[in-house]
């Protein structure tokens, strides 16, 4: 495509997982990802996207489960223009498996 239209786009992705036991009814889980993508399209240019989530869950009962989860993302851009976005979230929930 380079050839047709002249624009050239790399990207690069970097993640990482690491979870765990607590014990023998809880256990946590946590993530981490960086994604770079780098443009000679003027509209485009260079962008930076980031996050974390971190999580918790808890055995209730033999089929009952809790989670808690928190996470954080966020895109930045190389464009004096654009401002930096940062997105965070939560969820606790509760699973009945059947």
Known sequence: MAAADGVIDQNWWLSAYLSGQLGRE???SASVY?????????????????GATLGYYR????RL???????LDGVS?????YEEYWTASALAGVRYSF
């Open 26 to 28: 809880a256990g946590w």
């Open 65 to 71: 489960r809790a989670t808690v989860a928190l996470g």
């Open 59 to 62: 055995m209730l009962a033999r």
């Open 34 to 50: 960086a994604n770079w993508l780098s443009s000679n399209d003027p509209l485009v240019g260079n962008v930076n996207g980031y």
């Open 77 to 81: 851009r190389d464009d004096a223009l």
